[in-house]
């Protein structure tokens, strides 16, 4: 049997080396950098990188160090790209962001927000915004997008994520789908309760009206009363304004309370939903392709292909550059199946060298890369 | 300016050199790891990979490299422990799986399915079990996790994913609840149509019953009809019952064909989910803990300190560990905001070095780590 220690001791002194080696390959890389830029080549070139992989890779006496070597030095040249990006300081990057000290917000600014009156979206809206600015509502998540892409509106704030359903897979796609971008987010407390007309009693309530997210946050309160059927709305502030208009006791809505005010409904119960401290997330859309100089969130979508290793290939490029992700979501392709996109949250602002490096890497691997917003 | 030449010819050389040393180090981390195994010493010694990281970091010129020099060395040791785990082959790996060659199913299986007769979910279970197993049905998804539980059943069968509205994450949680496995996987194809009693016409339907996914599934068929709307029930079939008992022509169920022959309803609409490649994953959940030799997909699931950098340490385990993910999803934590619990689908089978290595590595670094299945 070998001794521990000794083995220990020679692995320490092959790790001094190793140390000594990578901090000598950066110094020659940022000699190369410098090169590049006087020279106007481009930082990332693949060919290069192909080449000199194949070549390491040979090197190997067996399967599992080829394997070890071609992940190491993928690491290694990903570290010397993004040490090399930092020194094209504000130079064309190919990101299509500007940056601004802040959002052009004035008494002169429209935003066009989701669901009726007295909704979570409109409490939302009025938080972020403050009473001055011109705003109005539609009824559809696509129709904020729709207004704020053809001008009606310079702001639009839509809900994105709620802590006990999870993601708003239909906003998602809306913003694949249009070219707006996320300028802002803002956290809303929610709490449900259930409305009635002022002369109902729990008791009497046959149906509930509700958004479809409502009515799901609220499951457990559901199945614990099957005599109450869930009825689909617009928005829950919708349900408050239908069973107003029908005049039914058996009726109610599932909103918050505020919406009780607004409606003359009276709270048959409080709290429904099933989780005590449920938030909504909200986004705040805009069509100008901007981001504040002190934005620490980017949100991206990526498209990958039904390759082995794709998506660890694309993942690599968050942690070779240390960046922290906050959200990854994959959704399922329209039309293929089990084929994903991705959407992933990051920490960081689209200046960052090495977020710059993530971009361009993931760029060069994915069928698509849109970016969403750096908020 | 440098020579671009001369600088690669120099980064070759330094290349060559990390390679040799890469090679050496992992011949003496083996060396390493049959003391270990000799003295039953565990692999994953992370207080020695601490130190070691802290004796090389200070080692580094500057904060880059010293940023650099860590997430190389992270590396390092983990691949020196993916090959110390491949030589520990079948010993004790704290993994509470046991392997099988087939799962036991014959014709005293008992098998219970979530939904009414006519559902998708019955059908996927007679596509995965044939018509031979004793069968029953239950009407919510916590059931068929209780019959299992209970004994009542052997194996239950469970939508978990659909390709145009996600996963269905009531499913997630039930299944972290729960101590039941997935042993299996179906996928089906989903078309839905909208089915009315023999004497109705597409333009006399006021209102659909469907299950909250199927609603989902058909939005843009509803957005498009206004006038209808649309009532949750448990499930697809049950809408169709409903229609049934009422009789009235007004009323529609969203449900897959077959659903229209068993309870004799007439098909208004064919394919009216807003997807025409619209699939349905499901799941086969048991209650032992156990895998087949050629389970080729693992899920895990598991939660986060809310901590910078969680996320991107949790990830470098399946990268560094060669394990390709297909599917990551992240949701939100009851009764705590934004902070996460994921689920990760990843290849491979427990027995391999590369998946015990990662397991090992999340299991000491997440709050918790639930090996969901391997199937």
Known sequence: M????????????????IVRLF?????LAQDVAEFKIQTGKKVFDKEREVEKLTALKALAGNEFNRHGISELFQQIMSMSRKMQYSLIKEKDTGIPFEKVTALPVDTSTKVVWFGAKGSYTEQAFKQYFGEEVKAFNV???????????????????????????GGITDIYDLLVEYE?????????KVNHALLGLPQSELKDIKKVYSHNQGILQCQKFLEANPQIEAIVCESTADGAKRIVSEGDITQAAI???QTAKLYGLKILRENVNHECNNSTRFIIIGRNKQYKQDAKKISICFELPHESGSLYNML?????????????ESRPLEGKTFE??????FEGNLEDAGVRNALFGIKEEAITLKILGNY
Request: overall charge negative; cysteine-free.
């Open 2 to 17: 070998i001794d521990l220690q000794d083995s220990r001791n020679e692995i320490d002194k092959v790790d001094k080396e």
């Open 340 to 345: 994903y996109r991705f959407f992933v949250d």
């Open 255 to 257: 909103a918050g309370v």
């Open 316 to 328: 690599s490029h968050f942690i070779y550059n240390n960046l922290n992700m906050t959200k990854i």
């Open 139 to 165: 009824s559809t998540f696509k129709e904020v997008m729709e207004k704020v892409k053809d001008k009606s509106a310079d702001y639009g704030v839509l809900p994105i994520e709620n802590t006990s359903t």
């Open 180 to 188: 707006n971008s996320i300028m802002g987010e803002h956290i809303l």
């Open 23 to 27: 901090e000598y390959r950066m110094k």
